[in-house]
C-alpha cells in the first residue's frame, strides 16, 4: 500500500495536481454518456434502439462488456471481460494520469499529427481513467469501430476476427505507477496508445483488412479441413492457417503497433506500441541505439521485408519500419494481406537484428548483423537472445527440407541473401534429429 505522502511525491515528479483526481460518480457518467448519445453532428449518430438501451444499461450500474451501439457483436468466450470502474484505486487513476501527463511531454514532438488530432476527438487524457461506456460512444461515433473488454492477451486468431467485425479488444487493468514499458497491453497500451490512430483513416484500414485477412485465412482453412481424411492432415492444415496469420501480425506489429512515418521530412511515431511509452517514443526516434529501415509498403519486397521479420516483444524494439507516406499503407489490402503471408511462408526469416540487402538503412543499429551471422552463433551455442535463436533454427530446418532449391532471393530482396553453407545445413539437420533445438538464451551483456 503506497502511503498519500509518496502518491503526492509521485504526482509532483510527473507534473500532476494530486487534487484533479477525482473520478467520476456514476450519476456525473451517466450524465456524460447521455450527453454524448445524444450528438447527431458526427460521422456514425448512434440510433436509439441502440442507444436507450445502452444508456439504461450504464444507468443500471451494469458494467461495460462489449460495445452494443450496432447490430454486431463478437464472441469472446473465456476471454471476456468488464470494466468495474468503481474498482478502481486511487493508484490506479494517478497511474493514468502519470502516463497522460508524460505522454504531453513528447507526443507534441513525436506524433504524426493525425494521432494528435485524434486525441482531441476522442477527449482521451484527463486524470482519471476513462469510463468505457461514454469513450466506446465516442469512438462509435468517429469511426464505426466500439470496445470489447478482455481479461488478457487474447489469441491472435481471436483478435483479428474482432477486427473484421470494427471491435477493438481493450485490457481493464493498468499498470503500476510509473512503471513505463510493459509487454502486456494495458489501458494506458490499449487506450492511451491505440485508441487516437483508429481516426487515422488509413491506420483504420489496415487494422480491418487484417481482420479480413484472418477470415480468409481460415476460411479456406475450414474448408480443407472438411477434406482430410487423416488427423495428421487435419493438423497440418490447421499449422499452416496459424502459421499464415502470424505472418500478417508481423505486418500488423511493424505498422499499427510500432509504425513510424515520415512527415513533413522528418520521422514521426504512429504506432500504438511506442507512443504508449513515453520512453519508447523518445527512443524510437532519436535513439542511435535501434535500426530504422525506410519502407514503400506497395513495393512486395519491403512487405515481404515485414512478414518475415520475427520481433521482440520483451522489451524496446531494436528495428522500427519507417513508412514513406502514409497513403501508401491503403495498398494492404486483405488480398494483398494473404498473398504476402502466402509467399513469406516459402522464403528464410530474419530477426529484429537483420540487416537485409536491398534495406533502405536509415540509421544503423548497435546491435544489426548480416543475415548469415545468426546461423554461426547457434553453431557455437553464442545466439544472445530468443528471437536470433528462434529465427536461425526456423530456417536451417526450412533449408534442411530443401525448400530452397531453386529459388532466386536476389529478386526478392534485391540483392542476394548469403547462402548458408551445406556444411552448416547438414551439422543442424544431424543435431536436430537427434536433440531437437529449442530456443536458447541467455542476457545480451554476455556477447
Ligand atoms: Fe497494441
Redesign the pocket.
Known sequence: MITEERLVQIAKRHGVAIESIEPLSLADRVEALRACLARTDVPYPIDPKFGEPYLQAARSGERFAIGSLSGDSVELGPFRNTQDYEAYSPEQHLSWACLVAEQQKTKHRYACREYLDGEDTFAIGGTVIPDFYSLNARIYQQTGWQLATVNMIIPAELFFTCHSHRFFPVTTFMRALEQDYLQE?DIG??VA??VSTFTIPVVAHVMRNHGIARNMIYERRDEELAKCTSEAQRGRVARRADELLLYAERIYWFTV?FGLVMQDEEIRAFG??ILSSPGETIYSIDSVLPTRILIDPSRESDLLRLATTDYLISEFQKTYFVTEHFDLLESLTPERIVAIAERASRLPHFSWRDIVPGDRVLQMGQSAVGTNEKYFRLKCQEVGDECLARTAIRNLRWYASGHHMGLDLSKTWSGPVATVPPSMIEWFRIEDAEHGFTVVTKPLSDE
Open positions: 497491453p497500451h490499449d496508445g491505440h503497433e500504438a506500441g
